[in-house]
Protein backbone atom coordinates (compact mmCIF):
# COMPACT_ATOMS: atom_id res chain seq x y z
CA UNK A 1 0.00 0.00 0.00
CA UNK A 2 2.86 2.31 0.77
CA UNK A 3 4.24 1.71 -2.92
CA UNK A 4 1.19 2.81 -4.35
CA UNK A 5 0.32 5.48 -1.98
CA UNK A 6 4.16 6.77 -3.19
CA UNK A 7 2.80 6.26 -6.73
CA UNK A 8 -0.54 8.19 -6.60
CA UNK A 9 1.00 10.81 -5.23
CA UNK A 10 3.77 11.09 -7.39
CA UNK A 11 1.09 11.49 -10.19
CA UNK A 12 -1.03 13.83 -8.30
CA UNK A 13 1.80 16.46 -8.19
CA UNK A 14 2.48 16.56 -11.50
CA UNK A 15 -0.99 16.68 -12.49
CA UNK A 16 -1.26 19.43 -9.02
CA UNK A 17 1.62 21.99 -10.32
CA UNK A 18 0.68 24.96 -13.42
CA UNK A 19 2.69 24.48 -16.17
CA UNK A 20 6.04 26.41 -16.94
CA UNK A 21 4.18 28.58 -19.58
CA UNK A 22 1.21 29.52 -17.49
CA UNK A 23 3.86 30.48 -14.62
CA UNK A 24 5.90 33.08 -16.80
CA UNK A 25 2.79 34.48 -18.24
CA UNK A 26 0.89 34.66 -14.82
CA UNK A 27 4.85 36.40 -13.78
CA UNK A 28 5.10 38.72 -16.69
CA UNK A 29 1.41 40.07 -16.39
CA UNK A 30 1.76 40.93 -12.33
CA UNK A 31 5.64 42.42 -13.05
CA UNK A 32 4.42 45.11 -15.59
CA UNK A 33 1.71 45.71 -13.67
CA UNK A 34 3.59 45.94 -9.97
CA UNK A 35 5.52 48.34 -11.86
CA UNK A 36 2.88 50.75 -13.13
CA UNK A 37 1.68 50.50 -9.80
CA UNK A 38 4.67 51.47 -7.98
CA UNK A 39 5.09 54.30 -10.31
CA UNK A 40 1.51 55.72 -10.31
CA UNK A 41 2.39 55.46 -5.95
CA UNK A 42 5.24 57.36 -6.52
CA UNK A 43 3.39 60.37 -8.52
CA UNK A 44 0.47 60.61 -6.27
CA UNK A 45 3.49 60.26 -3.85
CA UNK A 46 1.30 57.65 -1.00
CA UNK A 47 3.05 55.96 2.00
CA UNK A 48 2.25 52.55 0.50
CA UNK A 49 4.72 49.63 -0.23
CA UNK A 50 3.52 46.99 -2.25
CA UNK A 51 4.04 43.48 -2.10
CA UNK A 52 2.69 40.18 -3.57
CA UNK A 53 1.04 37.44 -1.16
CA UNK A 54 -0.91 34.25 -1.37
CA UNK A 55 -0.09 31.00 -2.56
CA UNK A 56 2.11 32.89 -5.93
CA UNK A 57 4.75 34.62 -3.20
CA UNK A 58 4.81 31.44 -1.21
CA UNK A 59 5.71 29.39 -4.21
CA UNK A 60 2.98 26.59 -3.55
CA UNK A 61 0.23 27.24 -6.29
CA UNK A 62 -1.90 24.35 -7.58
CA UNK A 63 -3.43 24.02 -11.14
CA UNK A 64 -6.80 25.51 -11.78
CA UNK A 65 -9.08 26.69 -14.07
CA UNK A 66 -8.43 30.22 -12.87
CA UNK A 67 -5.27 31.77 -11.37
CA UNK A 68 -5.49 34.88 -9.14
CA UNK A 69 -2.28 36.80 -7.40
CA UNK A 70 -2.94 38.64 -4.53
CA UNK A 71 -1.04 42.16 -4.58
CA UNK A 72 -1.35 44.02 -0.80
CA UNK A 73 -1.04 47.43 -0.68
CA UNK A 74 0.63 48.21 2.71
CA UNK A 75 -0.59 51.91 3.74
CA UNK A 76 0.82 53.48 6.41
CA UNK A 77 -0.06 55.65 8.84
CA UNK A 78 -2.48 58.94 8.02
CA UNK A 79 -4.62 57.68 5.38
CA UNK A 80 -8.42 57.21 6.66
CA UNK A 81 -10.25 55.14 4.02
CA UNK A 82 -7.65 52.67 2.75
CA UNK A 83 -9.86 50.93 -0.21
CA UNK A 84 -10.90 54.50 -1.43
CA UNK A 85 -7.40 55.71 -1.79
CA UNK A 86 -6.82 52.09 -3.50
CA UNK A 87 -9.70 52.54 -6.04
CA UNK A 88 -8.24 56.19 -6.96
CA UNK A 89 -4.66 54.46 -7.45
CA UNK A 90 -6.33 51.69 -9.87
CA UNK A 91 -8.50 54.98 -11.62
CA UNK A 92 -5.07 56.67 -12.64
CA UNK A 93 -3.71 53.81 -14.22
CA UNK A 94 -6.79 53.56 -15.84
CA UNK A 95 -7.12 49.77 -15.07
CA UNK A 96 -9.62 48.11 -17.06
CA UNK A 97 -12.23 44.90 -16.61
CA UNK A 98 -11.76 45.84 -12.91
CA UNK A 99 -14.36 44.61 -10.06
CA UNK A 100 -15.08 46.14 -6.64
CA UNK A 101 -15.49 43.13 -4.08
CA UNK A 102 -17.46 44.25 -1.22
CA UNK A 103 -16.02 42.60 2.07
CA UNK A 104 -14.97 43.81 5.71
CA UNK A 105 -12.88 45.80 3.74
CA UNK A 106 -13.25 46.19 0.09
CA UNK A 107 -10.46 45.06 -2.44
CA UNK A 108 -10.61 45.05 -6.25
CA UNK A 109 -10.47 42.23 -9.02
CA UNK A 110 -8.87 42.68 -12.23
CA UNK A 111 -9.94 40.46 -14.99
CA UNK A 112 -6.04 40.00 -17.09
CA UNK A 113 -7.44 36.82 -19.09
CA UNK A 114 -10.37 34.35 -18.51
CA UNK A 115 -8.12 32.11 -16.97
CA UNK A 116 -6.23 34.87 -14.43
CA UNK A 117 -6.90 37.85 -12.48
CA UNK A 118 -5.32 40.21 -9.90
CA UNK A 119 -7.00 40.96 -6.67
CA UNK A 120 -5.53 44.13 -5.56
CA UNK A 121 -5.67 43.99 -1.70
CA UNK A 122 -5.57 47.48 1.11
CA UNK A 123 -4.33 46.87 3.97
CA UNK A 124 -2.38 48.69 7.16
CA UNK A 125 0.71 48.81 7.80
CA UNK A 126 0.73 47.58 11.74
CA UNK A 127 4.11 47.29 13.65
CA UNK A 128 2.45 44.19 16.25
CA UNK A 129 -0.11 42.04 15.12
CA UNK A 130 -2.46 42.93 17.69
CA UNK A 131 -2.85 46.01 15.77
CA UNK A 132 -4.08 44.83 13.05
CA UNK A 133 -7.77 45.98 11.95
CA UNK A 134 -8.37 43.58 9.40
CA UNK A 135 -7.22 39.55 9.10
CA UNK A 136 -5.40 40.62 5.86
CA UNK A 137 -3.13 42.99 7.49
CA UNK A 138 -1.32 40.55 8.91
CA UNK A 139 -0.74 38.69 5.30
CA UNK A 140 2.56 40.43 5.59
CA UNK A 141 3.65 38.91 8.32
CA UNK A 142 2.00 35.37 7.00
CA UNK A 143 4.49 35.29 3.51
CA UNK A 144 7.24 36.16 5.83
CA UNK A 145 6.81 33.75 8.04
CA UNK A 146 6.06 30.46 5.68
CA UNK A 147 9.06 31.70 3.13
CA UNK A 148 11.32 31.56 5.89
CA UNK A 149 9.97 27.93 7.59
CA UNK A 150 9.32 26.24 4.43
CA UNK A 151 12.23 24.60 2.19
CA UNK A 152 11.59 23.46 -0.99
CA UNK A 153 10.79 19.95 -0.38
CA UNK A 154 7.68 20.49 1.75
CA UNK A 155 6.54 23.29 -1.28
CA UNK A 156 5.45 20.03 -3.05
CA UNK A 157 3.45 18.41 -0.07
CA UNK A 158 1.68 21.35 0.47
CA UNK A 159 1.02 21.56 -2.63
CA UNK A 160 -0.48 17.89 -2.38
CA UNK A 161 -2.33 19.28 0.41
CA UNK A 162 -4.10 22.34 -1.12
CA UNK A 163 -4.65 19.76 -4.14
CA UNK A 164 -6.28 17.32 -2.10
CA UNK A 165 -8.91 19.95 -0.56
CA UNK A 166 -9.60 21.94 -3.77
CA UNK A 167 -10.61 18.77 -5.42
CA UNK A 168 -12.62 17.77 -2.53
CA UNK A 169 -14.03 21.29 -2.33
CA UNK A 170 -12.91 22.23 1.25
CA UNK A 171 -10.27 24.11 0.10
CA UNK A 172 -11.25 28.22 1.41
CA UNK A 173 -12.11 30.21 4.55
CA UNK A 174 -14.96 31.81 2.93
CA UNK A 175 -18.48 31.69 4.61
CA UNK A 176 -19.62 29.37 2.02
CA UNK A 177 -16.99 26.73 2.25
CA UNK A 178 -15.73 26.91 6.07
CA UNK A 179 -12.57 24.81 5.41
CA UNK A 180 -9.08 25.38 5.30
CA UNK A 181 -6.93 28.23 3.89
CA UNK A 182 -4.14 28.07 2.03
CA UNK A 183 -1.90 29.84 4.69
CA UNK A 184 -3.56 27.00 7.71
CA UNK A 185 -2.73 24.08 5.48
CA UNK A 186 0.82 25.37 5.06
CA UNK A 187 0.85 25.91 8.62
CA UNK A 188 -0.16 21.84 9.13
CA UNK A 189 2.19 20.20 6.64
CA UNK A 190 5.05 22.32 7.73
CA UNK A 191 3.96 21.24 11.55
CA UNK A 192 3.54 17.12 10.24
CA UNK A 193 6.71 17.42 7.92
CA UNK A 194 4.80 16.14 4.91
CA UNK A 195 1.39 15.56 3.39
CA UNK A 196 1.16 11.98 4.26
CA UNK A 197 1.76 11.98 7.74
CA UNK A 198 -0.42 14.91 7.78
CA UNK A 199 -3.35 13.25 6.32
CA UNK A 200 -2.64 9.95 8.13
CA UNK A 201 -2.68 12.40 11.75
CA UNK A 202 -6.28 13.44 10.74
CA UNK A 203 -7.52 10.13 9.54
CA UNK A 204 -7.07 8.87 13.10
CA UNK A 205 -8.78 11.98 15.33
CA UNK A 206 -12.12 11.59 16.22
CA UNK A 207 -14.34 14.74 17.30
CA UNK A 208 -12.02 15.29 20.32
CA UNK A 209 -10.75 19.16 19.54
CA UNK A 210 -7.08 19.05 18.37
CA UNK A 211 -4.83 22.45 19.09
CA UNK A 212 -1.45 22.89 17.60
CA UNK A 213 1.00 25.59 19.12
CA UNK A 214 4.14 25.45 16.35
CA UNK A 215 6.04 28.10 17.91
CA UNK A 216 5.00 26.90 21.64
CA UNK A 217 4.07 30.26 22.95
CA UNK A 218 1.90 28.26 25.57
CA UNK A 219 2.78 26.25 27.96
CA UNK A 220 -0.33 24.09 28.20
CA UNK A 221 -3.30 23.62 25.93
CA UNK A 222 -5.12 24.83 28.91
CA UNK A 223 -3.83 27.98 28.10
CA UNK A 224 -4.41 27.97 25.16
CA UNK A 225 -7.62 27.79 25.86
CA UNK A 226 -8.51 30.42 28.14
CA UNK A 227 -6.16 32.89 26.42
CA UNK A 228 -7.75 33.23 23.18
CA UNK A 229 -11.32 34.94 22.50
CA UNK A 230 -13.93 32.23 23.43
CA UNK A 231 -15.57 33.00 19.71
CA UNK A 232 -12.26 31.60 18.12
CA UNK A 233 -12.29 27.97 20.18
CA UNK A 234 -15.26 26.97 18.35
CA UNK A 235 -13.23 24.98 15.26
CA UNK A 236 -12.28 20.85 15.48
CA UNK A 237 -8.53 22.41 15.15
CA UNK A 238 -7.12 25.14 16.99
CA UNK A 239 -3.91 26.01 15.27
CA UNK A 240 -2.33 29.00 16.79
CA UNK A 241 -1.19 31.18 14.26
CA UNK A 242 2.80 31.39 15.00
CA UNK A 243 2.80 35.52 13.67
CA UNK A 244 0.14 36.22 16.11
CA UNK A 245 -0.68 33.78 19.37
CA UNK A 246 -4.10 34.96 19.84
CA UNK A 247 -5.39 34.02 16.66
CA UNK A 248 -6.59 30.88 15.74
CA UNK A 249 -5.80 29.95 11.67
CA UNK A 250 -8.66 27.35 11.75
CA UNK A 251 -11.55 29.63 13.90
CA UNK A 252 -13.53 29.62 10.36
CA UNK A 253 -13.25 25.62 9.88
CA UNK A 254 -16.85 23.86 10.61
CA UNK A 255 -17.12 20.31 12.43
CA UNK A 256 -19.07 19.30 9.02
CA UNK A 257 -16.19 20.31 6.28
CA UNK A 258 -13.84 18.71 8.64
CA UNK A 259 -15.49 15.07 9.25
CA UNK A 260 -15.59 15.07 5.29
CA UNK A 261 -12.09 16.10 5.31
CA UNK A 262 -11.42 13.31 7.65
CA UNK A 263 -13.55 10.82 5.85
CA UNK A 264 -11.45 11.36 2.39
CA UNK A 265 -8.50 11.07 4.10
CA UNK A 266 -9.54 7.32 5.54
CA UNK A 267 -10.80 6.61 1.86
CA UNK A 268 -7.32 7.82 0.71
CA UNK A 269 -5.22 5.85 2.80
CA UNK A 270 -7.51 2.56 2.27
CA UNK A 271 -7.42 2.81 -1.38
CA UNK A 272 -4.93 5.59 -3.09
CA UNK A 273 -6.22 6.87 -6.68
CA UNK A 274 -5.57 10.20 -8.53
CA UNK A 275 -9.60 10.97 -8.65
CA UNK A 276 -8.45 12.43 -5.12
CA UNK A 277 -6.79 14.84 -6.69
CA UNK A 278 -9.06 16.13 -9.80
CA UNK A 279 -11.94 18.55 -9.15
CA UNK A 280 -15.02 17.02 -10.78
CA UNK A 281 -18.63 18.70 -11.69
CA UNK A 282 -20.98 17.22 -9.47
CA UNK A 283 -23.70 15.70 -11.36
CA UNK A 284 -26.92 16.13 -8.84
CA UNK A 285 -29.40 14.46 -11.02
CA UNK A 286 -27.23 11.20 -10.74
CA UNK A 287 -27.21 11.46 -7.21
CA UNK A 288 -31.17 12.43 -6.85
CA UNK A 289 -31.43 8.48 -9.09
CA UNK A 290 -29.13 6.84 -6.98
CA UNK A 291 -30.86 8.02 -4.04
CA UNK A 292 -34.45 6.89 -5.61
CA UNK A 293 -32.69 3.40 -5.71
CA UNK A 294 -31.73 3.21 -1.72
CA UNK A 295 -35.55 4.22 -1.25
CA UNK A 296 -35.18 8.34 -0.27
CA UNK A 297 -37.62 10.86 -1.22
CA UNK A 298 -35.17 13.94 -2.99
CA UNK A 299 -35.58 17.50 -4.23
CA UNK A 300 -33.66 19.21 -5.97
CA UNK A 301 -33.68 23.31 -6.00
CA UNK A 302 -31.88 26.64 -7.39
CA UNK A 303 -31.34 29.02 -4.76
CA UNK A 304 -31.29 32.64 -6.26
CA UNK A 305 -30.08 36.29 -4.52
CA UNK A 306 -28.89 39.62 -5.69
CA UNK A 307 -26.09 40.04 -3.61
CA UNK A 308 -22.78 39.91 -5.56
CA UNK A 309 -21.28 36.69 -6.75
CA UNK A 310 -18.44 35.65 -4.62
CA UNK A 311 -18.39 35.68 -1.23
CA UNK A 312 -21.16 37.64 -0.70
CA UNK A 313 -23.75 35.63 -2.33
CA UNK A 314 -22.10 32.66 -1.02
CA UNK A 315 -22.52 33.30 2.17
CA UNK A 316 -26.20 34.39 1.83
CA UNK A 317 -27.16 31.14 -0.44
CA UNK A 318 -25.49 28.97 2.60
CA UNK A 319 -27.03 30.51 5.25
CA UNK A 320 -30.29 30.01 3.59
CA UNK A 321 -29.74 26.38 2.78
CA UNK A 322 -28.68 25.55 5.97
CA UNK A 323 -32.06 27.05 7.42
CA UNK A 324 -34.01 24.73 4.89
CA UNK A 325 -32.10 21.99 6.02
CA UNK A 326 -33.30 22.75 9.81
CA UNK A 327 -36.64 23.03 8.50
CA UNK A 328 -37.11 19.84 6.47
CA UNK A 329 -35.37 18.18 9.47
CA UNK A 330 -38.61 18.72 11.50
CA UNK A 331 -40.32 16.50 9.07
CA UNK A 332 -37.85 14.50 7.65
CA UNK A 333 -35.20 12.31 8.64
CA UNK A 334 -32.48 13.47 5.83
CA UNK A 335 -30.06 11.21 4.68
CA UNK A 336 -28.12 13.30 2.26
CA UNK A 337 -27.85 16.99 1.65
CA UNK A 338 -25.05 18.88 -1.09
CA UNK A 339 -24.81 22.39 -1.38
CA UNK A 340 -23.19 23.32 -4.46
CA UNK A 341 -22.27 26.83 -5.01
CA UNK A 342 -19.82 27.93 -8.49
CA UNK A 343 -19.42 31.50 -7.44
CA UNK A 344 -22.19 32.61 -9.12
CA UNK A 345 -25.14 34.61 -7.83
CA UNK A 346 -27.02 30.85 -7.46
CA UNK A 347 -26.51 27.54 -5.95
CA UNK A 348 -28.13 24.33 -6.30
CA UNK A 349 -29.63 22.73 -3.46
CA UNK A 350 -29.88 18.59 -3.05
CA UNK A 351 -31.84 16.86 -0.36
CA UNK A 352 -32.95 13.28 0.18
CA UNK A 353 -34.62 11.82 3.07
CA UNK A 354 -36.82 9.36 5.05
CA UNK A 355 -40.09 10.59 5.73
CA UNK A 356 -40.97 10.33 9.33
CA UNK A 357 -44.89 8.82 9.86
CA UNK A 358 -45.14 11.27 12.58
CA UNK A 359 -43.92 14.13 13.86
CA UNK A 360 -44.27 16.01 17.60
CA UNK A 361 -45.09 20.29 17.22
CA UNK A 362 -44.64 22.22 20.52
CA UNK A 363 -47.01 24.75 21.26
CA UNK A 364 -47.09 27.99 23.66
CA UNK A 365 -47.86 27.46 27.56
CA UNK A 366 -51.11 26.99 29.20
CA UNK A 367 -50.96 30.63 30.64
CA UNK A 368 -50.79 32.04 27.09
CA UNK A 369 -54.60 31.58 26.60
CA UNK A 370 -55.18 33.48 23.20
CA UNK A 371 -52.34 31.72 21.69
CA UNK A 372 -52.89 28.10 23.40
CA UNK A 373 -56.69 28.21 21.79
CA UNK A 374 -55.35 29.56 18.98
CA UNK A 375 -52.27 26.28 18.91
CA UNK A 376 -55.65 23.80 19.46
CA UNK A 377 -57.98 25.33 17.01
CA UNK A 378 -55.27 24.60 14.12
CA UNK A 379 -54.15 21.38 15.13
CA UNK A 380 -56.94 18.00 15.26
CA UNK A 381 -54.75 15.71 17.98
CA UNK A 382 -53.02 17.54 20.58
CA UNK A 383 -51.64 16.92 24.08
CA UNK A 384 -50.79 19.39 27.33
CA UNK A 385 -47.43 18.48 29.10
CA UNK A 386 -45.73 20.46 31.84
CA UNK A 387 -48.05 23.44 30.70
CA UNK A 388 -47.19 23.06 27.31
CA UNK A 389 -49.63 22.44 24.44
CA UNK A 390 -48.08 19.52 21.98
CA UNK A 391 -49.70 18.35 18.45
CA UNK A 392 -49.15 15.28 16.62
CA UNK A 393 -49.33 14.98 12.89
CA UNK A 394 -49.07 12.61 10.35
CA UNK A 395 -46.31 13.48 7.53
CA UNK A 396 -48.57 13.29 4.50
CA UNK A 397 -46.65 15.48 1.56
CA UNK A 398 -43.43 14.45 -0.21
CA UNK A 399 -40.53 16.21 0.10
CA UNK A 400 -41.07 18.59 -3.05
CA UNK A 401 -44.63 19.05 -1.67
CA UNK A 402 -43.39 20.03 1.80
CA UNK A 403 -40.89 22.79 0.15
CA UNK A 404 -43.19 24.01 -2.20
CA UNK A 405 -45.51 24.43 0.57
CA UNK A 406 -42.57 26.19 2.87
CA UNK A 407 -41.76 28.43 0.17
CA UNK A 408 -45.28 30.05 -0.53
CA UNK A 409 -45.99 30.27 3.15
CA UNK A 410 -42.92 32.41 4.33
CA UNK A 411 -41.70 34.71 1.24
CA UNK A 412 -41.04 36.97 4.40
CA UNK A 413 -38.30 35.23 5.09
CA UNK A 414 -36.72 34.27 2.21
CA UNK A 415 -36.45 37.83 1.12
CA UNK A 416 -35.67 39.04 4.49
CA UNK A 417 -32.57 36.27 3.92
CA UNK A 418 -31.66 37.79 0.83
CA UNK A 419 -33.17 35.46 -1.64
CA UNK A 420 -34.77 36.38 -4.79
CA UNK A 421 -35.88 32.97 -6.09
CA UNK A 422 -36.18 29.34 -5.17
CA UNK A 423 -36.53 26.68 -7.87
CA UNK A 424 -38.27 23.24 -7.11
CA UNK A 425 -36.98 20.92 -10.22
Partial sequence: MAAKIKEVLKEALIESKPSEKEIKEVESYAGIFLEKLRKEIRILKI??????????????????????????????????????????????????????????RDYFRINAEPWFCLEVVPTREVSKPKDAEN????????????????????????????????????YGAESHIKGFSGYSLEL????????????????KLGDEKIIIDIEKFYQNKRQVMMDLNSSKLNSPIILVDPTYKQRNALATLSYEVFRKFREKCREFLKNPDIKFFRLEEIDLKKIEIASKKKGYDSALLKISTDKQEGAVAGSKLLKFYEHLAREIGKYFDIKDKIFYYQDRKDADCFFAAKKRDKILLKGPPEKMNAEFMNFKKKHKRTFVKSGIIYAEEKTNFSLKEFVTGWKNKNKKITEDMSISEIKVE
Avoid: P, Q, W
Fill in 188 to 203: LVYYYKSFENFIRTMA
Fill in 135 to 170: ITDLSYYHVKYINRKIKEKIVNDIILAKSFCHANRI
Fill in 47 to 104: NAEVFIGGSFAKKTLIKKDKYDVDIFLRFGKGYKDISETTHKILKKMRVRNMDVIHGS
